[in-house]
């Protein structure tokens, strides 16, 4: 059949299209998309100030921003990050959550960065109920420091580890007999002396054996903002905060 100049040029516009639709389409076969659910700028607003700008984890309470040398501007190292994942495949990703449940505040928490990243690469250790603790206690210790009850008097504090010596003197020198020896060690569980228990190695053991309301006495300790409940499975298990340290390797002998 006999083309033209004229229909040739006409064709070739069209036939440069449908090379581009299959070279698209043999570049979307071998790639994969995922479409992130992500926070907007007004949730990672709300989950900053809501803990005070600190960073959530218990062990760490890093603040996340402060001066640029550029007064016109701030320097933030924190991270309004998913406790469970913005999309398929994430660690501790929920297939059941909507997507305005996935980027809600209640699916986020504030850490610094190098925590977010802690938490996205264990995901069996830092599991949900274990982050949601961790945002829970740190809202609840940001309340306390706006409300104007976060630290007490020097003479109040007196007064509580005074009652707390009286209350529970061996597991308190228990426990400084540990922090002088360990002095970098914060997390402690309670065990029975018959169990097997495989932990991690770091943390310090005290035992229901050696005590009659062991669990009592730790609760009275959480009372006072002393330790903090950070419990992920069916053993129990805390973290010394600093205050208590601090009395019990500094200044336990004064009271």
């Known amino acids: 059949m006999y083309c033209s100049r004229f229909t040739i040029l006409n064709l070739l516009p069209l036939r440069l299209a449908r090379l581009c639709v299959i070279l698209a389409a043999r570049t979307l076969k071998g790639a994969s998309f995922k479409l992130r659910d992500d926070f907007d700028q007004k949730t990672k607003d709300v989950l900053y100030k809501r803990v005070g700008g600190k960073c959530s984890n ?74 949601k603790g961790w945002k829970r206690d740190a809202e609840n210790e940001a309340r306390s420091r706006v409300e104007g009850r976060h630290r007490t008097t020097q003479n109040n504090k007196l007064a509580v580890f005074s009652k707390l010596e009286k209350l529970m003197p061996r597991l308190l020198s228990e426990m400084q007999q540990d922090l ?68 019990l390797t500094q200044s336990r002998t004064e009271v």
Request: charged share 25%.
């Open 58 to 131: 218990p062990t760490c309470g890093q603040e996340t921003s402060g001066p640029h040398t550029d007064e016109k501007k701030a320097i933030n190292v924190g991270v309004a990050a998913h406790i469970t994942a913005a999309s398929e495949g994430g660690p501790r990703y929920d297939p059941t959550l909507s997507q305005e449940e996935r980027i809600s505040p209640d699916n986020g928490i504030w850490l610094c960065q190098v925590c977010a990243k802690l938490i996205d690469s264990d995901a069996k250790r830092y599991t949900v109920d274990l982050i």
């Open 180 to 247: 002088l020896l360990y002095p970098l060690r914060r997390e402690f569980v309670l065990l029975q002396r018959s169990w097997t228990y495989n932990g991690a190695g770091h943390e310090l053991c005290y035992f229901y054996d050696d005590y009659n309301d062991l669990e009592g006495m730790i609760s009275i300790l959480c009372n006072y903002n002393l330790v903090r409940d950070i419990t992920f499975n069916n053993v129990k298990r805390y973290l010394f905060l600093e205050e208590l340290v601090d009395y």
